[in-house]
């Protein structure tokens, strides 16, 4: 009973957070909070599992920001070339529990204000 | 009498019981008379509400959390085995599975059943001797349709993707699937059911923008009697066409959940499956 308690609460944390893709729990960001983080693009990195944006942030540290799969990221009006090193972004993430400078992407602007990406963006 | 005694023969010699023996290929004239009876499922297509945000987020979900609402649809958990009827084993492995952690284990792909249930553009490619169906994580099914049976037993071993026969029941694809491995073992996603499961499916284009199924599945060793998921697709043209490509940044660790950067890029490291 206790098993069944604790795998029925489990499966609530992961409702609660599903990733379309499932490549992984999304236990590890918070999904309350949103951070947003302003810098400097060092790499996007477009590659499965996951694409990520590599940022120098204003704060100094260097932030990882996970999105999904490139497939998703095509569907949804992104291209390999959508941010470039030297571009200056900014995002809105939920950020990871752990406190390290990561997190998994809500949305993107470019310098110029503009959100990038297409209808489910 | 005679034949029976060199059947006999043939058998106690081992001699294979399968594959079957080759039917002469149709004429081309014959093939495409039989390709022009055929359905016809152009397109990609994409389990029903379950488009993805660019941070891979379910769109469903990210509306019910923005909206404070229960999510109406969870398509991605309809064969995660909530709902199936387990019997006492089934349950012991539902249970040990919540304790294994969510990485992706082995996969690089979802496996059969998962891969009619992924988020995962999905393409169906009917021909006159088979059904294709390929996803864009590179699971590939072949379900023959040209009568030929499934292995027999000594010819036959679990695979992640099984061994599938199909014949068309008008417009609807009835497919037969056994030989599956536990879908567990290669995909934390994937229903803990026996080798021994069996898969009986359902498909019909309903309109040129959807497409319904149903799963039947029973497992004796797992389940207390049969378990039907049932499954939809809408046409979904913003993918724009099939791209496959490898996994190789992969940065999720099972028991140290983490998007650090790679592991060559951090004095000391390795890079993690």
Same mark, same amino acid.
């Given at each position: ?121 | ?5 060199? &059947? ?6 081992? &001699? ?101 249930? &992924? ?33 027999? %037993? ?37 229903? %803990?059911?026996? *080798? ?12 040129? *923008? ?46 140290? &959940? ?16």
């Amino acid at each position: 009973m206790r098993n069944t308690f604790a795998w029925a609460a489990a499966l609530c944390l992961s409702l609660a957070a599903a990733p379309a893709d499932a490549h992984h729990s999304m236990a590890m960001f918070d999904m309350s909070k949103t951070v947003t983080v302003s810098g400097t693009v060092k790499e996007f990195q477009w590659t499965n599992p996951h694409c990520y944006i590599q940022v120098l942030g204003k704060d100094g540290k260097e932030w990882s920001m996970e999105m999904g799969a490139p497939m998703y990221l095509y569907s949804n009006g992104w291209r390999p070339k959508s941010v470039k090193p030297g571009d200056q972004i900014t995002a809105r993430l939920y950020p990871l529990r752990d406190g390290k400078p990561g997190g998994v992407v809500i949305d993107v602007k470019t310098a110029d204000g503009k959100i990038l990406g297409g209808k489910r963006a | 009498m005679r034949a029976v005694t060199i &059947a006999a023969l043939l058998l106690s010699a081992g &001699a294979p019981a399968w594959p079957p023996a080759h039917a002469e290929d149709a004429s081309p004239a014959a093939r495409q008379a039989a390709f022009a009876k055929l359905p016809y499922w152009p397109g990609l297509w994409l389990t029903e509400h379950d488009e993805s945000t660019i941070g891979g987020l379910s769109v469903a979900q990210i509306e019910a959390r923005e909206s404070g609402k229960a999510a109406e649809h969870n398509p991605a958990l309809s064969l995660f085995g909530f709902a199936a009827p387990w019997n006492e084993e089934g349950k012991k492995r539902q249970a040990a599975r919540m304790n294994q952690g969510n990485g992706n284990r082995t996969a690089e792909g979802w496996g059969y059943p998962m891969m009619m249930n &992924a988020a995962a553009p999905l393409q169906f490619l009917i021909t006159p001797e088979e059904v294709l169906m390929i996803n864009a994580y590179r699971d590939v099914r072949h379900i023959r349709t040209d009568g030929s049976p499934h292995p027999g %037993p000594d010819d036959i071993w679990p695979t992640v993707w099984g061994d599938s026969v199909g014949h068309w029941d008008g417009d609807t694809l009835v497919i037969d699937t056994i030989g599956v491995r536990n879908p567990n073992v290669y995909f934390h996603g994937g229903p %803990p059911l026996s *080798d021994d499961a069996h898969y009986v499916e359902k498909l019909h284009m309903v309109s040129p *923008d959807r497409i319904e199924g149903e799963i039947t599945i029973t497992d004796p060793a797992t389940l207390t009697g049969p378990w039907t998921v049932k499954l939809a697709w809408t046409r979904d043209d913003s993918f724009g066409r099939m791209i496959h490509d490898a996994f190789t940044n992969d940065r999720t660790d099972n028991e140290n &959940a983490t998007i650090a950067p790679p592991a060559d890029e951090q004095p000391g490291g390795e890079k993690g499956e």
